[in-house]
């Protein structure tokens, strides 16, 4: 996005030192917001991107925080106040596989998942919704009190054997998505999902990092590319701005047209 349309705005995006994160991080930054870029592990991953917004003239911190921990969220939430003074806008974007046949999935492995992608999406919304509430429309700044993104994924809709932890987490953002939207929607807080197909990051470099994988991988995706975190960090920023006030309550796929079920293009 070439334009400012999220100037004097602040965001927390977790998970934001790599992968879909790191590509949502950068273009709210190119679009003007200041950034609390959240890490769980890799501190070193989190100040590369914080240099790199720097470096692009932005403004950026680092912060640790394990958001499948109440403690951890609230110790965030009030670092970003302390840092910045306000906060506009939350991209839960945290999140993980731990992949198995379900038989043999542990209850650890449950956890773990739904703990950091649901339950994740949870603690970090609730925090940031008393803020937009306490703090209502800023004026000039924004047309809503508040910008909840929840990045969910095409498996919100799509079946998939061998991962059910992770599509359980992800059909559960859905209606946790919505069923805060319409509770927030009255005090002007915007709740939205976005549902990315399959994009190049390291949760999937087993679908795409040989030939044969990608071949494989492209024959569910009709647009017939693979995507980038640019297309997702691109559509958060447009979410997050004003451009998108009307919207709220529903998931956007970004998917190269993998929820269209390319099986049927030629059969049933
Ligand atoms: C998963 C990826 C997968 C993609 C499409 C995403 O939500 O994290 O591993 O490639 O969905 O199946």
Known sequence: MDNQNLKGQSAIVTGADSGIG?????????????????YFHNLQAANEVVSQIIDEGGEAIAYQADVSKEHDVQRMFAHHLDVFGSMDILVNNAG???????VDMSLDDWNTVIGTNLTGQFLCSREAAKIFIQ???RKGISK??????????????IPWAG????????????????????????????????????????????AWESPEALT????????????QPEDIGKLAAWLASDEADYITGTTIFADGGMTLYPGFADNG
């Open 144 to 157: 809503a009190a508040g910008k909840i993104i929840c990045m969910s994924s095409v498996h919100e809709v």
């Open 163 to 206: 991962h059910v932890n992770y599509a359980a987490s992800k059909g559960g953002i859905s209606l946790f998505m919505k069923s805060i939207a319409q509770e927030l929607a009255p005090q002007k807080i915007r709740v939205v999902g976005i549902g990315p197909g399959a994009i190049q990051t390291p949760i999937n470099r087993d």
């Open 22 to 38: 790191k590509g949502v991080a950068l273009a709210l930054a190119q679009a003007g917001a200041k950034l609390l870029v959240n």
């Open 216 to 227: 494989k991988l492209l024959t569910l995706i009709p647009y017939n590319r693979i995507g």
């Open 96 to 102: 993980l596989q731990k992949d198995a046949k379900f």
């Open 135 to 137: 703090q209502g429309i």
